[in-house]
């Protein structure tokens, strides 16, 4: 992509230079009729490819991780067409439910070597075909040097020294427009709101087997989102609900949650955990 420089000679500095797109490029922005979901504080034991229980325009915020179909527990057994067609079936449900200005925030990996597999930009045109716009979108490091493999690849030498990734994505959206189309109360404070909208978060992971669940996001990831993006008593949705932690959160910030999860299992894991950890 071409790009000019405010500079006639030399390099310039970085932030003087301006792409050709964003001259032409104008944001459509709008905000529709919302509506107030009669259902709060359920989890669906369904598919999220259907939400029927939930209204149009009624969502706040949706958090969530995708699965990511490569094996594991919490994963289906699917072709790619397969995955990315259920994927799609679901984000374009989600954007039905979500509020007019509401915002969606999607927590992916990227993944592999051979090759490497870029699922935060997979993800970004699924949703932007969809109809989101995207905001911008968060490196969550888990802490310096956690998880990190031991694949080195070729050891000490430029024969094939390997990445290894100690971040993941998250991919933030709004729906019709940028700015938050209902008023309430904010339950955000100076300093987490300074932090917050910095675009590298240091959060510690959280422990699979304490959790019981092959891949949980920590609390902290959510309640960061949920604080930034809704007021209090709005409604959280997570599609891929997993262990429950995008409903703990909410409850905790006195929000409301909708949860959608194909495992009985996992079901039971969220239930007791939002017992024992908000009531």
């Not at 679901?90 to 925030?105: A, D, H, P, Q």
């Not at 932090?195 to 990831?221: C, D, M, Q, V, Y």
Request: contains cysteine.
């Amino acid at each position: 992509m071409k790009k000019n420089s405010f500079f006639k000679s030399g390099s310039g500095a970085r932030k003087a230079f301006v792409s050709n797109f964003q001259d032409k490029t104008e944001l459509k922005e709008f905000t529709d009729a919302n509506n107030k979901s009669k259902i709060v504080d359920e989890i669906f034991h369904k598919s999220s490819e259907n939400m029927e229980e939930l209204e149009n325009n009624s969502v706040s915020l949706t958090v969530t991780s995708p699965p990511y179909n490569i094996g594991k527990d919490s994963d289906l057994d699917l072709t790619d067409d397969e995955y990315w067609s259920m994927m799609e079936n679901i984000f374009k449900e989600t954007y039905r439910v979500t509020e007019s200005g509401g915002r969606l925030v999607v927590n992916v990996a990227n993944l592999g070597r051979k090759p490497y597999i870029p699922f935060s930009k997979y993800f970004t045109e699924l949703l932007i075909e969809t109809g989101f716009i995207m905001r911008g979108e968060i490196i969550w490091q888990k802490s310096k040097g956690a998880n990190a493999n031991f694949a080195w690849g070729s050891w000490l030498s430029a024969s094939n020294p390997v990445i290894r990734d100690i971040h993941e994505y998250c991919l933030v959206f709004s729906k019709d427009s940028l700015k938050k189309s209902t008023q309430g109360e904010s339950s955000l404070e100076k300093e987490e709101f300074m932090e917050s909208t910095l675009s590298i978060w240091n959060i510690n992971p959280a422990r699979a087997k304490k959790i019981g669940h092959p891949a949980p996001f920590p609390l902290e990831l959510p309640q960061k989102f949920i604080n930034l993006y809704t007021y209090k008593n709005d409604l959280i949705l997570d599609p891929f609900l997993g262990s429950g932690t995008t409903a703990i959160a909410a409850k905790l910030l006195q929000r409301n949650f909708v949860g959608y999860e194909i495992e009985e299992e996992y079901i039971e894991i969220a239930k007791n955990r939002l017992k024992k950890e908000v009531n």
